[in-house]
């Protein structure tokens, strides 16, 4: 409090002020902020009252009319009773919501029939409000528990939600029992429903009336492909078929050149047939080895093209919150890689660690990762690299002595001048602010990006628009590559080859090429590329390998 009281003080500096005045704002300013507190302290005990006098019951009743997922029909108050209730109120854009998941999974396999999670999705982009794309989301995230689209925030305000993502848990006989808000509760979420089960008489539980999505889905070619990238010198494509946890290589004709990964998801360090990825997404080339962000497992994997073999080269398999840090890659715990891009030099690996908000930085020859940019909270701030805020950066390039960062969730684009360690934002203004339109720079609107590619002006995946835009760097001016007949569904990765663009259409499940000279696209067809032949669990969320491995 009395930081913030001098930080509203610093405009008087300089001025003509007396002492005895400046003394006097200075203790305006502290009644102020002690009021404003107890204001808050006043609204956070009602909306604690009122979730405490909400019940299991009550949140199945605001959901009556409202879209359900994995169901067959919408619960009741039959199905709640005698289980624990776990609400999840999340948003499938959200990298905290993402790293949910697992706990969740977790979370249910140990209980069983006996803990009912149900998720309550409330998006916060305009396309997480309609239902397919939620749909496509639960088949991306391996998600089996019902969910609600609570789009107008009916169920979130009666609760006296307020951040993403929140949970809260119901006792057996329905009462409200407990709220946490953000990531990292499984433990305690553990203890806590092992507690209630105990306390609370068992009961014969009524069946559950599940209906799962990914029951409804085929197993085809791609499964949510997240990334792509061109190798120029080679003509040849590197994809990641993220959701088959698996690297896709073919040649530009379409011959399918190798798979890299048995379709099981894990982090198993093997030859191309047996290694194991968990959903990864960025690539980068250097030479005759392929990095991979293997964004599910927090690892950087190398692939040696020369003897076919994946290693390990930086994470520890086990989620890392580092704000800082440099060191052995083995030694430092990542958060969610995203994206990958090869400096200028093509000495080190810029990496989007899109989960803690920041750029950091690999080195192949010495195998060491450091944080390179972003003061790790999530918002969108420039100036200089240890002072600039990101959001979920997700999409990485590098031209020109720049690079360039498609930030997601403030659906903005930005440049880091490599020469003058400088972050500039080129596009958007802030996390809540997004849309669908061209312009200049200070009007055109994007909606959560997750790619960008240079070449003929910077391209940009506007993912949930579910278009190619394009940022004229002299200008600023933005505007969307009009492709008649081309329809989208949130791409995520972008690469060009020989001037034509090869996209990651990830909610379609292909690869696009787009020829920008002819305004024409096609999907691009590999040769016998078919779905893994091992079946996945879709719940299975890998463990951390064991310490050494």
């Not at 993220?242 to 399918?256: K, W, Y």
């Not at 403030?410 to 339109?437: C, N, P």
């Given at each position: 409090m009395?930081s913030?009281?001098?930080?509203?003080?610093g405009?008087?500096?300089?001025?003509r002020?007396?002492?005895?005045?400046?003394?006097?704002?200075?203790?305006?300013?502290?009644?102020?902020?002690?009021?404003?507190?107890?204001?808050?302290?006043q609204?956070?005990?009602?909306?604690?009252?009122?979730?405490?006098?909400?019940?299991?019951?009550?949140?199945?009743?605001?959901?009556e009319g409202?879209?359900?997922?994995?169901?067959?029909r919408?619960?009741?108050?039959?199905e709640?009773?005698?289980?624990?209730?776990?609400?999840?109120?999340w948003?499938?854009?959200?990298?905290?919501?993402?790293?949910?998941?697992?706990?969740?999974?977790?979370?249910?396999r140990?209980?069983?029939?006996?803990?009912?999670v149900?998720g309550?999705?409330c998006?916060?982009?305009?396309?997480?409000?309609?239902?397919?794309n939620?749909?496509?989301?639960?088949?991306?995230?391996?998600?089996?528990?019902?969910?609600?689209?609570d789009?107008d925030?009916?169920i979130?305000?009666?609760?006296?939600?307020?951040a993403?993502?929140?949970?809260?848990?119901?006792?057996?006989?329905?009462?409200f029992?407990?709220?946490?808000?953000?990531?990292g509760?499984?433990?305690e979420?553990?203890?806590?429903?092992a507690?209630?089960?105990?306390?609370?008489?068992?009961?014969?539980l009524?069946?559950?009336?599940?209906?799962?999505?990914?029951?409804?889905?085929e197993?085809?070619?791609f499964?949510?492909p997240?990334k792509?990238l061109?190798?120029g010198?080679?003509k040849?494509?590197?994809?990641a078929?993220?959701?088959?946890h698996?690297?896709?290589?073919?040649?530009?004709?379409g011959?399918l050149?190798?798979?890299?990964?048995?379709g099981?998801?894990?982090?198993?360090?093997?030859s191309?047939k047996?290694?194991e990825?968990f959903?990864?997404?960025?690539?980068?080339?250097?030479?005759?080895?392929?990095?991979?962000?293997?964004?599910g497992?927090?690892?950087?994997?190398?692939?040696?093209?020369?003897?076919?073999?994946v290693?390990?080269v930086?994470?520890t398999?086990?989620?890392?919150?580092?704000?800082r840090?440099?060191?052995?890659?083995?030694?430092?715990?990542?958060?969610?890689p995203?994206?990958?891009?090869v400096?200028p030099?093509a000495?080190?690996?810029?990496?989007?660690?899109?989960?803690s908000?920041?750029i950091?930085?690999?080195e192949?020859?010495?195998g060491?990762?450091?944080?390179f940019?972003?003061?790790?909270?999530?918002?969108?701030?420039?100036?200089?690299?240890?002072?600039?805020?990101?959001?979920?950066?997700?999409g990485l390039?590098?031209?020109?002595?720049?690079?360039?960062v498609?930030?997601?969730?403030?659906s903005?684009?930005?440049?880091?001048?490599?020469?003058?360690g400088?972050?500039?934002t080129?596009?958007?203004?802030?996390l809540?602010?997004?849309?669908?339109m061209?312009?200049?720079a200070?009007?055109?609107?994007?909606?959560?990006?997750?790619?960008?590619?240079?070449?003929?002006g910077?391209?940009v995946?506007?993912?949930?628009?579910?278009?190619?835009?394009?940022i004229d760097?002299?200008?600023?001016k933005c505007?969307?590559?009009?492709?008649?007949?081309?329809?989208?569904?949130?791409?995520?990765?972008?690469?060009?080859?020989d001037?034509?663009?090869?996209?990651?259409?990830t909610?379609?499940?292909?690869?696009?090429?787009i020829?920008?000279?002819?305004?024409?696209?096609?999907?691009?067809?590999?040769?016998?590329?078919?779905?893994?032949s091992?079946?996945?669990?879709?719940?299975?969320?890998?463990?951390p390998p064991?310490?050494?491995?």
């Amino acid at each position: 409090m009395y930081s913030s009281c001098q930080m509203y003080l610093g405009s008087f500096r300089g001025g003509r002020l007396t002492a005895s005045i400046k003394k006097l704002v200075f203790r305006l300013c502290c009644v102020l902020m002690i009021t404003v507190a107890g204001f808050q302290a006043q609204n956070a005990r009602g909306s604690e009252s009122g979730e405490k006098n909400m019940t299991a019951d009550r949140v199945s009743e605001l959901a009556e009319g409202l879209q359900w997922f994995n169901v067959s029909r919408p619960l009741g108050e039959g199905e709640l009773r005698g289980r624990v209730v776990l609400i999840d109120f999340w948003t499938y854009c959200c990298i905290n919501c993402m790293h949910v998941i697992p706990d969740l999974q977790y979370l249910e396999r140990k209980f069983g029939d006996k803990l009912l999670v149900i998720g309550i999705h409330c998006g916060k982009f305009d396309a997480e409000k309609n239902g397919e794309n939620i749909r496509q989301a639960l088949l991306r995230y391996g998600i089996r528990h019902p969910v609600v689209n609570d789009a107008d925030f009916k169920i979130w305000r009666a609760l006296g939600i307020h951040a993403w993502p929140t949970l809260t848990l119901f006792a057996p006989d329905g009462k409200f029992a407990a709220t946490m808000s953000g990531e990292g509760h499984r433990e305690e979420l553990e203890e806590a429903i092992a507690k209630l089960l105990a306390s609370c008489p068992a009961r014969k539980l009524t069946a559950l009336p599940l209906s799962p999505e990914a029951e409804k889905s085929e197993s085809i070619g791609f499964s949510f492909p997240g990334k792509i990238l061109a190798d120029g010198a080679k003509k040849r494509l590197f994809i990641a078929d993220s959701n088959h946890h698996r690297i896709i290589i073919a040649g530009q004709d379409g011959s399918l050149q190798a798979i890299i990964g048995s379709g099981l998801p894990g982090h198993r360090d093997a030859s191309f047939k047996e290694a194991e990825f968990f959903k990864p997404q960025g690539l980068a080339l250097i030479g005759n080895i392929l990095y991979v962000a293997d964004t599910g497992n927090h690892l950087l994997r190398a692939i040696d093209l020369s003897v076919n073999r994946v290693s390990t080269v930086a994470g520890t398999g086990v989620q890392g919150h580092l704000r800082r840090g440099a060191g052995p890659g083995l030694s430092i715990p990542l958060n969610s890689p995203w994206d990958l891009a090869v400096s200028p030099d093509a000495r080190s690996i810029f990496v989007a660690m899109a989960g803690s908000h920041q750029i950091w930085r690999f080195e192949p020859d010495s195998g060491k990762i450091s944080w390179f940019a972003g003061d790790g909270g999530e918002n969108l701030r420039d100036g200089s690299l240890l002072s600039a805020l990101f959001a979920q950066p997700s999409g990485l390039c590098v031209q020109n002595n720049f690079l360039y960062v498609a930030d997601s969730e403030t659906s903005s684009v930005r440049q880091i001048s490599l020469a003058e360690g400088k972050v500039k934002t080129l596009l958007g203004t802030g996390l809540f602010d997004f849309g669908d339109m061209d312009g200049s720079a200070s009007d055109a609107r994007l909606q959560h990006p997750l790619g960008v590619a240079a070449g003929q002006g910077l391209h940009v995946a506007d993912s949930y628009n579910n278009k190619i835009k394009i940022i004229d760097l002299s200008s600023g001016k933005c505007r969307t590559l009009e492709i008649p007949g081309l329809k989208l569904s949130e791409p995520g990765g972008l690469s060009f080859l020989d001037g034509k663009l090869y996209v990651a259409d990830t909610n379609s499940h292909r690869i696009v090429v787009i020829d920008p000279l002819t305004k024409t696209a096609s999907p691009f067809i590999i040769e016998k590329l078919t779905p893994p032949s091992k079946n996945a669990d879709p719940m299975l969320c890998p463990a951390p390998p064991p310490a050494g491995e």
